[in-house]
């Protein structure tokens, strides 16, 4: 799913959208077939074993890091394309947006609602850091 929503047919902050609106569907679809939101595996193992091991706590920090990147790496392309303020940085900010997506992910999953993600995810894109 990642890939297919970073890939560069569309232009930069067209990915990100596309990386919301699919992140929405497949958790609607999740819940259609298993009756719950389960929501993000890698943020569920990060809550449970973060502080109870570390080569789980490691891997997973790898991969906030690879999604991080992939979020940074738009954010970079749309202020190269004029899309968004050269003041942004998108290393900060890409990192702001993946902490709101995990906080998402994990309200819809306590209240077992993809709606959750619909309402609130959408925010995401309008998440800036500006460079100090």
């Known amino acids: 799913?990642?890939?297919k929503a970073f890939a560069e047919d569309v232009?930069?902050?067209?990915?990100l959208e596309r990386f919301l609106d699919m992140a929405y569907l497949f958790q609607k679809q999740l819940k259609a077939h298993a009756g719950h939101i389960?929501?993000?595996p890698f943020g569920n193992l990060a809550n449970e074993l973060s502080t109870q091991d570390d080569?789980?706590?490691?891997?997973?920090q790898h991969i906030f890091a690879k999604l991080q990147n992939l979020?940074?790496?738009v954010l970079l392309a749309a202020?190269?394309?004029g899309d968004l303020a050269e003041d942004i940085d998108a290393g900060a900010t890409a990192k702001a947006m993946l902490a709101y997506f995990e906080g998402v992910m994990l309200l819809a999953k306590n209240q077992n609602e993809p709606e959750v993600i619909?309402?609130?995810l959408p925010t995401m894109a309008q998440i800036r850091v500006t460079k100090r």
Do not use: H, W, Y
Not at 11 to 15: D, F, K, M, Q, V
Not at 55 to 60: D, L, V
């Open 79 to 81: 202020q190269e394309a």
């Open 55 to 60: 080569p789980i706590r490691e891997k997973i």
């Open 11 to 15: 232009p930069p902050l067209a990915r």
């Open 1 to 3: 799913m990642i890939s």
């Open 38 to 40: 389960l929501g993000c």
């Open 118 to 120: 619909r309402q609130l």
């Open 71 to 73: 979020l940074g790496g």
